[in-house]
């Protein structure tokens, strides 16, 4: 059983930094994409940044040149640095992994992410 365990989230004002991790075990390097979504009150869950075990990323629209995905085999863990954040990225992030690409995956619990104005 694949477990995610994310961490990171918290308030922040806009303009401001946050770094997301999500240590996932067992299967780390198994995993062919690890990712993270979001969810707003009373909005869908959208795709926010997706690497592969190649690193090759891929980012939402409104959060390309601001956040940044990558991952740290030796420590199991992928992370998603947020510069420059906004109100409008206040959601609760999930950590997502997938062992075959396309796939729904794993997800982990979620972490809040609030920015104030």
């Known amino acids: 059983q694949v477990q995610l365990v994310e961490s990171g989230g918290g308030l922040v004002q806009a303009g401001g930094s946050l770094r997301l991790s999500c240590a996932a075990s067992?299967?780390?390097?198994?995993?062919?994409?690890m990712g993270w979504y979001r969810q707003a009150p009373g909005k869908q869950r959208d795709l926010v940044a997706t690497?592969?075990?190649?690193?090759?990323?891929n980012y939402g629209t409104s959060v390309k040149g601001r956040f940044t995905i990558f991952r740290d085999n030796a420590k199991n863990t992928v992370y998603l640095q947020m510069n420059s954040l906004k109100p409008e990225d206040t959601a609760v992030y999930y950590c997502?992994?997938?062992?075959?690409?396309?796939?729904?995956?794993?997800w982990g619990q979620g972490t809040q992410v609030t920015v104030s104005s």
């Open positions: 997502n992994a997938k062992l075959i690409p396309g796939s729904a995956g794993y």
């Open positions: 067992p299967s780390f390097f198994s995993m062919n994409v």
């Open positions: 690497i592969t075990n190649s690193e090759s990323t």
